[in-house]
């Protein structure tokens, strides 16, 4: 049949009405059920995108309500209500009658309302429960676990005769394989429900090539009532491969038709023919070698929460995309269905897994938490199981890191061991059954209880997540371990599914150094690890951590609540990092930019370390004069340039004169000349730090130009939340035993602002993979100085709360001093002086 032909037989079916999708955004919503506390909400929704970034500590795990009308005129259809997403306990119920419950936060599902509804007004009433559960996955994990109905819901109207509702998704399965003929087969698994008495009918099938071509088969059909099972085959000649460079998707459409020939049901999806392997000699796609580059993504976003609209969301897959990514891992939970729909269509690779994280409960809750985990692995396959971009099927992460981290007695771990091994092979044996011609796979920390316990054995794949250099270890200890374990299990393939470090788009280091969330070392990190990774083939690839910034409530890091390792920020906006990795991952696409650091350089010292990303040699003037031609090693630049004074232009070519970025950088003495002039200085801290003002905070842990310290002097951190205040990175470092600070200013009248916060070392978090357990008080006791003549006395007993004194002294020596009242030396993070007078 001609395209046109076809394209007019299908648009007189389509008069026919089906499967009219409404979708319900307007709700009314309050928390608790509180009656008088209902407000108009928006779908999608989550109640948690302001308290689990404040300073109150923890957010609302409970119960939300929502509520809303709706108007059903034509009841002799069939209705039902579909969930994109609801985190996690969902209970509907219609007109005061229950309809039913849905477990888990992160899979689609529906429910057939048609027995509940009456003609006309309906009311819905649904209830979601984010509170912990020891039945649900996931029970611990280092993510907010947002609550809500934080995808979109729909009422969805069926004829009699439509496809199935089947674990969240209308029951049409297809494979799509390349046979050894190199032809195109397509398997079309559909189940019908006819709920009208048996009839003749028929199955249109039609599947669009992406050059247009259309190739159908109409099948004639006898319907049941009840359930109708069909499966159909298809063979294409040549079929055009989807891959990571053309993604080529055809469109496969299925249709019924009832008696009349009148379309009842309709059903569209892109697929691919591709061929998938991962081997210990590397991944293969169609045949080829492929290394699996790429990052892992959480589905939050800054002001959202997880109910970030759908548009939004995908600007990040185009983002990765144009990084230069082939693979995504979707951590830790199955996402939005469009985000599976954007990784077909852009040729991405994906990881996409349960969030079966961090440990199984014990006892009681353990049956039905796996009945859970095993139904919420059914609904994550069968929903994503038509997209090519489907490859890789996870079932766990870091399952023993609560366990390595608890150290519970011996006979206590042996049954969390059991369990978890039970799971393991539960979920394995059922991803492989459910999704054949799929690679398995788990995520594994940086522990060798995986190849003790044997689990390590289970999947087809194992990820490693490793963080050398960062929770400790060096950055060069990946490449031994990697080694030691392939040489362990030679037959093992194994990809980094997790690497990366915290940094802080706020803070930056010439000399960086491990945890100190500088910029720099996430740069010296990322490269360390890609170059190892990229030595050895046999690991099949590694995704760093992570895409984003997200929200992780109980984290303290230099900004509270969030887990910095981004490569770009919680709001999208790319660090560093982000170009670098594009430098190097399209190594076609020229690609040159100035690192940006601090728009100001604050040192004595008129030396600078310029850095520029880049992957074509460069020509660099520094106002005006030829400096440097430089060939970039692992696509950076590294030039020591000696500033002038004042504004230095900074400009860099490409070989061909064409100017590539040009940056202007002001080196300013720290020091204070005329009125109006400020100089902020960071006790304790080794980073230059940009504050919420744009007040750039220099960095002084010894004496140093115009600054000198006395006393038996100490560094002191922590990298917990600061309560009070958002520059956290400043009070998060201090001095202690300090006995006097002199600093050198011109005479004249100043406000001074003095910065403590009573620091306390940090709780280590399970992630740190250290044991440190006990947080113990670093510093306490009131503290007394006198600045000049003028006695100060910060007497805060909030632990981890900002404390600030300012004060207005005047200078007549050219010095500004301050010195201990007593006989205890004192403790301070931060000064910041202003001349307000001459
Ligand atoms: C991991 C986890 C991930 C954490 C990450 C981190 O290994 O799988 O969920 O967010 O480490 O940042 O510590």
Redesign the pocket.
């Known amino acids: 049949m001609s395209r046109n032909i076809f394209i007019l037989i299908s648009c007189l079916f389509y008069l026919r009405l089906f499967s009219q999708k409404t979708v319900l955004e307007d709700w009314e919503f309050s928390l608790d059920n509180e009656p008088a506390a209902f407000c108009n909400v928006k779908i999608p929704h989550t109640w948690n995108k302001n308290d689990a970034f404040d300073d109150a500590g923890g957010y609302y795990r409970g119960i939300g309500t929502y509520k809303k009308k709706i108007i059903i005129k034509d009841i002799s259809k069939k209705y039902y209500l579909h969930f994109k997403g609801s985190n996690q306990f969902t209970t509907l119920w219609i007109n005061n009658r229950k309809v039913g419950e849905h477990r888990g936060g992160y899979t689609s599902f529906s429910f057939d309302i048609s027995d509940f509804i009456q003609k006309n007004e309906n009311e819905i009433t649904i209830t979601v429960n984010n509170s912990h559960n020891e039945k649900i996955p996931p029970l611990d994990?280092?993510?907010t676990f947002y609550g809500g109905i934080y995808r979109s819901v729909y009422l969805v109207e069926e004829n009699f005769i439509h496809f199935k509702k089947h674990l969240g998704n209308d029951y049409v399965k297809t494979d799509a394989v390349v046979t050894k003929e190199k032809k195109g087969r397509v398997t079309i698994h559909a189940v019908i429900t006819n709920s009208e008495n048996t009839q003749k009918g028929g199955l249109h099938l039609s599947l669009i090539s992406p050059e247009g071509t259309v190739k159908t088969i109409n099948k004639k059909i006898k319907l049941q009532e009840g359930e109708n099972k069909f499966i159909i085959d298809y063979e294409i000649e040549s079929p055009l491969l989807w891959s990571v460079q053309t993604p080529n998707l055809y469109k496969l459409t299925a249709e019924i038709l009832d008696k009349k020939g009148l379309v009842q049901d309709s059903y569209s999806c892109n697929i691919g023919f591709r061929t998938i392997q991962a081997t210990t000699k590397g991944f293969f796609l169609n045949g080829d070698y492929l290394k699996l580059t790429g990052v892992?993504r959480h589905q939050d976003l800054e002001g959202y929460g997880n109910a970030v609209p759908v548009h939004l969301q995908l600007d990040d897959l185009v983002k990765i995309k144009e990084m230069g990514s082939n693979f995504l891992r979707l951590?830790?939970y199955p996402q939005d269905e469009e985000i599976y729909k954007a990784a077909d269509s852009l040729g991405l690779i994906l990881w996409s897994e349960i969030p079966v994280?961090?440990k199984v409960p014990l006892g009681n809750d353990y049956e039905s938490y796996k009945e859970n985990a095993l139904l919420m692995q059914k609904e994550h396959i069968f929903q994503n199981y038509n997209h090519p971009s489907f490859v890789f099927v996870g079932y766990m992460?870091?399952i023993f890191?609560r366990t390595v981290f608890d150290s519970p007695a011996e006979e206590t771990k042996q049954q969390i061991v059991n369990n978890t091994l039970d799971l393991a092979g539960a979920l394995e044996d059922l991803t492989r059954k459910e999704a054949p011609g799929h690679i398995t796979v788990m995520?594994l920390?940086g522990n060798q209880i995986y190849n003790e316990t044997g689990i390590a054995q289970i999947p087809m794949v194992i990820g490693w997540?490793l963080?050398f250099g960062?929770?400790g270890g060096n950055i060069y200890d990946l490449g031994g371990f990697l080694d030691k374990e392939n040489k362990k299990f030679p037959n093992r393939p194994l990809i980094i599914?997790?690497y990366?470090v915290?940094a802080d788009v706020r803070l930056h280091n010439e000399n960086p150094e491990i945890f100190d969330f500088s910029e720099e070392y996430q740069l010296d990190y990322h490269i360390g690890y890609w170059n190892q990774v990229h030595e050895r083939d046999f690991v099949i690839g590694m995704s760093a951590?992570?895409f984003a910034d997200?929200g992780?409530e109980f984290r303290g890091d230099a900004m509270p609540h969030i887990?910095q390792?981004g490569l770009v920020n919680f709001n999208r906006i790319p660090k560093n990092i982000y170009y670098w990795y594009k430098a190097t991952m399209k190594p076609t696409e020229k690609l040159t930019r100035i690192y940006r650091d601090l728009p100001v350089h604050l040192s004595n010292s008129p030396k600078k370390l310029l850095k520029i990303i880049s992957n074509q040699p460069v020509i660099v003037k520094l106002n005006g004069n030829s400096i440097a031609n430089e060939s970039p090693l692992n696509n950076l630049i590294n030039l020591e340039i000696n500033l002038v004074k004042g504004q230095n232009v900074i400009e860099v070519y490409g070989r061909n004169d064409i100017l590539l970025d040009k940056e202007i950088i002001e080196w300013k003495k720290p020091l204070i000349t005329n009125k109006g002039d400020l100089l902020a200085i960071n006790l304790g801290s080794k980073n230059y730090f940009k504050d919420t003002e744009n007040v750039i905070w220099y960095p002084v842990t010894t004496s140093t130009g115009n600054i000198y310290l006395a006393g038996n002097i100490k560094q002191v951190k922590t990298s917990a939340n600061v309560k009070g205040t958002s520059n956290d990175p400043v009070y998060q470092y201090g001095l202690s035993g300090l006995n006097e600070i002199k600093i050198e200013v011109p005479k004249g009248k100043y406000e001074v602002k003095l910065l403590y916060a009573n620091l306390l070392k940090r709780k280590a978090?399970a992630?740190?993979l250290k044991t440190e357990k006990e947080p113990g008080e670093i510093i306490s006791k009131p503290i007394k100085f006198y600045v000049n003549n003028l006695l100060v006395e910060i007497d805060t007993k909030e632990k981890l709360t900002k404390f600030e004194k300012t004060i207005i002294t005047e200078v007549k020596n050219d010095q500004l001093q301050i010195s201990s009242a007593t006989s205890a030396p004192f403790t301070l993070s931060g000064i910041m002086i202003k001349k307000i007078e001459l």
């Open positions: 994990a280092d993510f892992n951590a830790h994280v961090n992460n870091e890191l995520a920390h997540n963080y960062w929770y599914s997790e990366g915290g951590w992570n997200f992780s887990n390792k978090i992630y740190e």
